[in-house]
Every structure is written in structure tokens, then in C-alpha cells.
């Protein structure tokens, strides 16, 4: 099982933070859903992973990865997203060998399915898989085997969090994941989000214990303003889940 090899790896993976390994680094942004991707590569094995990928601009990073060098292993999804799809499935058949990855508890379609404390490997790097569900039943944050950096999905945002109020979330399972799961990471580990609406690209675990505004108050008031909200429905949120579902693969057209 893909799943339980993942795990057993991960257990034998020793960690080894400030070690100066080369890693690569690339955040890219799609637009309309204001998402962001990430590129990492393992320099010396040209081994990459790419992290919530959207599909409008799989060619673009299919592109930067063949511009790089790099041989693309997983593009994975930290969960089932409501405003964009997912650009796994296209970017399986762009790449051959790239293998879609998602959490078990999304209940969506991918080549691997991860759960909590599975380690997802490229080069001499990993990634660890956190559970941090509250947005939505699957999320899941990665963190890099040195704890230096963590790709919190909508979980944790900079100076925000994930809305609650659809695809199983939950306010107080949000708080507690992101208290419980992110904020024990050490206070300089960057924080990477899915999205930002504000042109910001990264924060700090210290930053956002000490200055986000929703996740600084008790879980009984971060519960009320979450209720509060009354956001309106995802655009995309009708056709984006049902493909996401399947890994963002779409119907050829008959």
C-alpha cells in the first residue's frame, strides 16, 4: 500500500534543522481564486514536489519544471478545494511519473493517500503531513522535515484562517488544529498559506500566534466571530468539488 510506505519512511527520516541543505523554492500565484503554488526540489537529485496546483496553469508550472531540470514525484493537494480545480490530473498526463496526492479523509480520488504523520519524500527532503482539519474534514498542513518552513493550505492564512461554514468545517476542530498542529512548530518556521487577497507571501509561526486577530482570541470567541461571518457562497464551489472529487481529472468532451 502506497500509504503505508509513505509512513514507514517517514518514521526512519532524521531530522536535521539548519543543516543548510540546497532546497528550491518557487511560490507561484493564480489570480481569479487568488491561490498559491509551491515548487520544491531536492537541488542535487532534481527530485520536486509541487503543492496545490490550480488547473488553469498547469502548463505554466509543467513548464517551470522542465525549465528547472527537476523531475516532478507528487503534486499534491493540501484539500478538496471549493474555488479553484485542482491541476493534479492534467498535470499528471503534462509530466509522466507525477503521482496525485491527497489526504484519506477528503474521501477524493488520487494515486496516494496520506494521513497524519506521513512523510512525503523528494531527494534528501520530506514533508511531513499534519492533519489539521476545521476548514474542511481533509486538511491537512505540510511541514518540511526541518520544521523550517510549513504550506498551512487554508488552515492557517496570514492573518486569517479558512471560513467553516461548508465541506464539513468546524470552528472549534479549526482552532484546536491550528493551536494543536502549527502553532507548536518553532516561532521562526515560515508560514506559506494557500491564498492571500492581500499581496502578502509569507509569515512566521511567531507572527501569527502573537498577531492574527481571529486565532489570538479564546476558542469560545474565535467560535463566535467564525458564526459570524456570513460570507457568501464560492463562486466556483458547484463544479470545483465534484471535480476536485476526482482529482480534478475532467470529462473529455464526448
Not at 526512519?12 to 534543522?17: A, E, G, I, N, V
Not at 496525485?100 to 523528494?122: C, M, N, P, Y
Amino acid at each position: 500500500m502506497a500509504g503505508a510506505a509513505l509512513r514507514v519512511a517517514g518514521r526512519q527520516l532524521s531530522q536535521h534543522r539548519g543543516s543548510g541543505a540546497p532546497i528550491l523554492l518557487r511560490q507561484m500565484f493564480e489570480p481569479k481564486s487568488c491561490t498559491y503554488t509551491y515548487l520544491l526540489g531536492d537541488k542535487e537529485s532534481r527530485e520536486a514536489i509541487l503543492i496545490d496546483p490550480v488547473l488553469e496553469m498547469a502548463h505554466r508550472d509543467a513548464q517551470l519544471v522542465k525549465e528547472l531540470g527537476l523531475r516532478l514525484l507528487y503534486a499534491v493537494n493540501t484539500h478538496c478545494h471549493a474555488d479553484h480545480i485542482t491541476g493534479t490530473g492534467l498535470l499528471r498526463s503534462l509530466l509522466p511519473g507525477c503521482q496525485s496526492v491527497i489526504s484519506r479523509l477528503s474521501g477524493a480520488q488520487a494515486d496516494l493517500h496520506i494521513e497524519d504523520g506521513d512523510f512525503i519524500h523528494f531527494g534528501r527532503f520530506a514533508l511531513e503531513t499534519r492533519a489539521s482539519p476545521g476548514h474542511t474534514s481533509g486538511c491537512v498542513t505540510f511541514v518540511l522535515n526541518d520544521q523550517s518552513m510549513a504550506f498551512t493550505g487554508d488552515a492557517l492564512l496570514i492573518r486569517g484562517c479558512g471560513r467553516t461554514d461548508f465541506q464539513q468545517g468546524c470552528a472549534k476542530t479549526l482552532y484546536h488544529s491550528v493551536h494543536e498542529k502549527i502553532f507548536t512548530l518553532p516561532g521562526d518556521c515560515l508560514i506559506y498559506p494557500a491564498h492571500d487577497y492581500h499581496g502578502l507571501t509569507v509569515s512566521t509561526v511567531e507572527e501569527e500566534r502573537t498577531l492574527n486577530p481571529r486565532l489570538t482570541l479564546s476558542c469560545e470567541e474565535f467560535v463566535k466571530v467564525m458564526d459570524d461571518l456570513k460570507l457568501p457562497k464560492p463562486q466556483q464551489i458547484d463544479f470545483a468539488v465534484p471535480a476536485n472529487m476526482r482529482c480534478g481529472v475532467q470529462n473529455p468532451p464526448s
